[in-house]
């Protein structure tokens, strides 16, 4: 079983920038990927971005630019930087982790952002 803690999001001012944070712990032998979504109201759930165990980097093309994955093998953690917000942006962003043979999501942080 793989916990998933996601960190850093709240009520934000367009224009500023954001980090959020997904650590991964439990019982598993490797993360092949790991990864953050996003599902802003009345739309369907949408890939941010994501970031292999080789640190390939895939971006949604609407998210390139203003949009970066970072990752930690250390602690498990891949980190979202999101720069000069936008109220588009506003939505509830989940983490996603493709481990071993299984993947998991994590609960979903809300990111509102206010004009």
């Known amino acids: 079983q793989v916990q998933l803690v996601e960190s850093g999001g709240g009520l934000i001012q367009a224009g500023e920038s954001l980090s959020l944070s997904c650590a991964a712990s439990?019982?598993?032998?490797?993360?092949?990927?790991m990864g953050w979504y996003r599902q802003a109201p009345g739309k369907q759930r949408e890939l941010v971005a994501a970031?292999?165990?080789?640190?390939?980097?895939n971006y949604a093309d609407s998210m390139k630019g203003r949009f970066t994955i970072v990752k930690e093998d250390a602690n498990n953690t891949v980190h979202l930087r999101i720069f000069s917000v936008k109220p588009e942006d506003t939505a509830v962003y989940y983490c996603h982790v493709d481990v071993d043979w299984d993947d998991y999501w994590g609960q979903g942080i809300q990111v509102t952002v206010s004009s």
């Open positions: 970031i292999t165990s080789g640190g390939t980097r």
């Open positions: 439990g019982s598993f032998f490797s993360i092949n990927a």
